[in-house]
Nanobody
Framework: VQLVESGGGSVQDGGSLRLSCLVSGYTPSRSCMGWFRQAPGKEREGVAS?????STSYASSVRGRFTISKGKNTLYLEMNSLKPEDSATYCCAATREYGGQPNLSRDEYTFWGQGTQVTVS
């Protein structure tokens, strides 16, 4: 399984970015995929997740500003009204076979991408 993120960059306060995660070699019948972020000196935190039924879950800090979605072999994170505190390395992740609700707990995820940097100033 490979997950490769793209779309990070530097934007001004209030700006927007769209992250993509290209997924290959991943074929569970039911699964959950998510976006996580980690800022320097902080723990990795769940940002958004989406399950096989397209149910979603968001961290309270991003709800209403970020949108997670799926396309063919790709996971997206649309980020609007970005704030300096959103600056972090963003990673996509995927579970093994999973039939539960969308989950922001990193312990549920087995496969991880390398991450893409987002800087808001």
């Amino acid at each position: 399984v490979q997950l490769v993120e793209s779309g990070g960059g530097s934007v001004q306060d209030g700006g927007s970015l769209r992250l993509s995660c290209l997924v290959s070699g991943y074929t569970p019948s039911r699964s959950c995929m998510g976006w996580f972020r980690q800022a320097p000196g902080k723990e990795r935190e769940g940002v958004a997740s989406i399950d096989s039924d397209d149910s979603t879950s968001y961290a309270s800090s991003v709800r209403g500003r970020f949108t997670i979605s799926k396309g063919k072999n790709t996971l997206y994170l649309e980020m609007n009204s970005l704030k300096p505190e959103d600056s972090a390395t963003y990673c996509c992740a995927a579970t093994r076979e999973y039939g539960g609700q969308p989950n922001l707990s990193r312990d549920e995820y087995t496969f991880w991408g390398q991450g893409t940097q987002v800087t808001v100033s």
